[in-house]
């Protein structure tokens, strides 16, 4: 079977001056990396401000599974179909990061014959985003430790520095370290640790900041630790957020590739959605909104994470007002979620169909909360049975909704067309009212408590006395009309990623609460997540390599 790597090489790239051009985006107002990858100006940007609105669609998808769902695939196959039929489209999407592409997960660039490309450069380094938001990160980290061995005229109690560092890759054995060990010279020992660059508040911050200013201002609002009075220190008395904003200043610009049909597709920002927002940056999609009648965006894994997220964080934060939803299963996904094992899955079973669908019903009832229309794709994979397929469609319609076979990894933009035409339908309907599932003035708890009912069909909550009374101290600072972001496994809807399918009657075990000043919400962490991943034990990066040709391998 050809690889999608494979494939990539394969496609005809047009100049991306050309790909710019079919948004009318002239070749000034672009910043070229080589002639397939380039960077929107600030100044073109700026110029946007004022002109009307497309239509935002997002695609998220079903808890996922072994088994595969494919919401970059879909995201980039509506795409292409969307302008197929005639319409003016783009997609946004995430960077892919690092960790996940020599880790378990693989690149995020779509497959088959969906896909954004240069391939290589989008999994790989790319545009150098990673390795800026990782910078300034790290910029951070030594201004603070200097700031201490030079005296600490902030008064910093070094047990209460809260300011973790990052880098973009797995490695589980910097999730605890001691620093500055090594005598005077060295600094005053501590304890840190490493989380991954996708989790760090300066991604979110990247990602949801709407120019250079708010940028540093967002910055300069980080709470990197507390005096022995528990008086916050923030970034700005540090003294590194205008340093950091100049490190981040390309950065901040939107990237601009194109599909396996020659489509443009912005690529910004990567905060993963089990541990994080899961969002491409607001500013490229409110670009994309300004420069096309339809714009396909993504939210990562389960729509329990990154659809709750995208409407509760995101839309909240940046006024965005999404006109449809496209909810992503494949038969394989929905069979593991009815019990089959990964290497039974080639086998029709209407029975496990019909119990994972369980699965695909509890997120049409979460996304129906926010207001927003939603189409089921049944992404489409050649094991599938005619038989399987209409047992989810017969699923979806007796819950009033409907259910659309896609074949884009097959057939690119011409196998998404039929899910392309509905959603246009759908959209000219009016019937999207978008609202997020709990007010600002909801208490930060409550907040927690109610994405665990409504969404995950918890219970409760249980949370030790430590967590509520740092809930409630952040109230009383200022900070109780913040959204959550919650940090959780992706494969399940409770916190233990074993329990598939749609179990209740279980409880959310809130393990720990961060606050993310800067980037304007609490992070709760769930159950045994981890903000640093581990490599699996048998890495993706064992097989990745150069051939005789001097060509990637391996990269998936």
């Known amino acids: 079977m050809t690889t999608d790597i494979e494939i990539a090489r394969a496609a005809t790239l047009r100049p991306i001056t050309e790909v710019a051009g079919r948004l009318d985006i002239p070749a000034d107002a672009i910043a070229q990396y080589g002639t397939d990858k380039a960077k929107l100006t600030a100044p073109f940007l700026a110029s946007l401000e004022g002109k009307p609105d497309g239509h935002l669609i997002l695609v998220t998808a079903i808890n996922p599974t072994p088994a595969g769902e494919g919401k970059t695939t879909t995201t980039v196959g509506l795409g292409d179909a969307l302008n197929r039929i005639g319409k003016k489209a783009a997609i946004c999407i995430r960077e892919p990061s690092l960790g996940p592409c020599f880790g378990m997960k693989g690149g995020a660039a779509g497959g088959g014959h969906a896909q954004v490309v240069p391939m290589e450069d989008i999994n790989l380094h790319f545009t150098g985003d990673f390795h800026a938001i990782t910078s300034a990160h790290s910029l951070l980290s030594a201004m603070i430790d200097n700031h201490i061995y030079w005296g600490n005229a902030l008064e ?136 096309a009648d339809y714009v396909v965006t993504e939210a990562g894994f389960g729509a329990d994470l990154g659809a709750e997220k995208f409407f509760n964080v995101k839309c909240r934060k940046a006024g965005l007002k999404p006109k449809a939803v496209v909810l992503v299963a494949t038969i394989r996904a929905l069979k593991m979620n009815g019990g089959v094992a990964k290497e039974d899955l080639g086998a029709e079973n209407l029975e496990a169909v019909q119990e994972g669908c369980a699965n695909l019903g509890r997120h049409m009832e979460n996304l129906a909360k926010f207001g927003v229309p939603a189409i089921v794709a049944i992404n489409h994979f050649t094991a599938d049975t005619d038989a399987e397929i209409e047992a989810v469609k017969a699923y979806v319609a007796e819950r009033g909704g409907e259910a659309v076979i896609c074949r884009h990894w097959a057939d690119g933009g011409a196998g998404a067309e039929e899910l392309a035409g509905k959603l246009v339908a759908l959209i000219d309907t009016g019937k999207a009212d978008f609202k997020p599932l709990y007010p600002d003035s909801m208490p930060l708890f409550d907040k927690i408590e109610t994405i665990a009912r409504e969404i995950y069909r918890a219970d409760g909550v249980t949370a030790d006395k430590a967590v509520r009374d740092q809930l409630a101290a952040w109230e009383k600072a200022g900070f109780g009309d913040l959204p959550v ?5 992706q494969y399940s809807f409770t916190t233990d990623p074993t329990r598939r399918g749609a179990p209740d009657g279980h409880t959310l075990e809130v393990r720990e609460v961060r606050l993310a000043a800067g980037a304007g919400f609490i992070v709760v962490i769930c159950g045994q997540i981890m903000t640093m991943p581990g490599l699996p034990r048998v890495p993706s990066a064992e097989n990745i390599g150069l051939d005789d040709a001097g060509k990637v391998v391996g990269l998936f």
């Open 485 to 489: 972001c919650m940090a959780k496994t």
């Open 156 to 291: 910093i109690d070094q047990r209460r520095i809260v300011w973790r560092r990052v880098v973009d890759m797995n490695d589980r054995a910097l999730r605890q370290i001691t620093t500055s060990l090594g005598g005077v010279s060295n600094g005053f020992p501590g304890e840190s640790g490493f989380d991954i660059t996708v989790a760090s508040e300066v991604m979110a911050i990247l990602c949801l900041a709407t120019d250079l200013d708010d940028l540093q201002r967002r910055l300069g609002d980080i709470i990197v630790a507390y005096r022995r009075d528990k008086s916050a220190i923030t970034c700005r008395d540090i003294k590194a957020d205008g340093a950091m904003t100049v490190l981040l200043k390309t950065a901040m610009q939107p990237n601009l590739v194109q599909t396996l049909e020659n489509n443009p597709a912005f690529i910004h920002g990567g905060p993963f959605a089990n541990i994080a927002h899961g969002c491409n940056s607001v500013i490229a999609t409110r670009s994309a909104l300004k420069l």
